[in-house]
């Protein structure tokens, strides 16, 4: 079996266990399709790897580079999926495709507007742990309906999930 046999196999394998789990039911359920190179849900959000991605017009290197994305760990959407390329969206819209080895499944959500409250716990009366502001890129640990949990510079603590760029309003469970 050569290589590119056994990397089909290990997508059919993980998309039946995704199946077996659920997550593409719920993914196909929530108005989104399975990727047809993964079989992940599209769209989904993901980070880059590097502080240099390149944006290219279409899927593949013989496309030009359209834009250089320089901030490794920005969230980013995946839109589309082909061979090896995928076409991502940034928060201010532009699209592009990248090679998948430039993106990394840790999440990540981009803070917005002004300066944000970082709380203790998911209310607003909950204890302030710190202001965060606009533009800083922080991991996410997980959601609820109405509040996230991230990660930024050491400190942990809850924003509201209107306040960041990186969540889909379907997921709400805490990770």
């Known amino acids: 079996m050569d290589l590119l046999d056994r990397r089909r196999m290990f997508m059919v394998l993980l998309t039946a266990a995704f199946l077996w789990l659920g997550i593409?039911?719920?993914?196909?359920?929530?108005?989104?399709?399975?990727?047809?190179?993964?079989?992940?849900?599209?769209?989904?959000?993901?980070?880059?790897?590097?502080?240099?991605?390149?944006?290219?017009?279409?899927?593949?290197?013989?496309?030009?580079?359209?834009?250089?994305?320089?901030?490794?760990h920005m969230p980013v959407e995946i839109v589309a999926e082909f061979d090896t390329w995928r076409k991502v969206r940034d928060p201010e819209g532009t699209e592009g495709w990248v090679h998948q080895s430039m993106l990394s499944g840790r999440r990540?959500?981009?803070?917005?507007?002004?300066?944000?409250?970082?709380?203790?716990?998911p209310s607003d009366t909950a204890p302030a742990i710190a202001r965060v502001e606009a533009g800083v890129v922080a991991w996410l640990e997980g959601c609820r309906p109405e509040w996230c949990e991230i990660e930024a510079e050491g400190l942990s603590g809850w924003i509201h999930r209107a306040h960041v760029w990186g969540v889909r309003i379907d997921e709400g469970r805490k990770r």
Do not use: F, K
């Not at 990540?108 to 716990?121: H, P």
């Open 108 to 121: 990540a959500v981009l803070v917005l507007g002004s300066l944000r409250t970082l709380r203790r716990s």
């Open 24 to 72: 593409g039911d719920s993914a196909v359920a929530a108005g989104r399709t399975l990727g047809s190179e993964t079989g992940l849900p599209i769209p989904r959000y993901v980070t880059l790897r590097s502080n240099e991605v390149n944006l290219r017009t279409g899927p593949g290197v013989r496309y030009p580079v359209d834009w250089v994305m320089q901030r490794r």
